[in-house]
Nanobody
């Protein structure tokens, strides 16, 4: 059974930093692309960043200068480093594992940025 467990969310002040982690089990992690998505209160889930199995990354424009996605295949974990956080970054952040025939989501971790 494939499981994704996010951690690292919390309350942070404007301009602060957080690092989210997503631990993956039940699958050969290094074979899959991973992504981070977020859903703000009242909003739709949106893509934040992706990392392919060989390490190539993509981040949406709104976070490109502030966030970084990385993965540690030895630890079956993907990370999202978030710097210079803004109130508009407040959301539940979800980890996603994507293959050709599967797409698995974690339960999410809440990030709240206070001004």
């Amino acid at each position: 059974q494939v499981q994704l467990v996010e951690s690292g969310g919390g309350l942070v002040q404007l301009g602060g930093s957080l690092r989210l982690s997503c631990a993956v089990s039940g699958v050969m992690f290094n074979l899959y692309s991973m992504g981070w998505y977020r859903q703000a209160p009242g909003g739709q889930r949106e893509l934040v960043a992706t990392i392919e199995r060989e390490g190539r990354t993509n981040l949406v424009d709104s976070v490109k200068a502030r966030f970084a996605i990385s993965r540690d295949n030895a630890k079956n974990t993907v990370y999202l480093q978030m710097n210079n956080l803004k109130p508009e970054d407040t959301a539940v952040y979800y980890c996603n594992l994507k293959g050709t025939i599967i797409s698995v989501w974690g339960k999410g971790t809440l990030v709240t940025v206070s001004s």
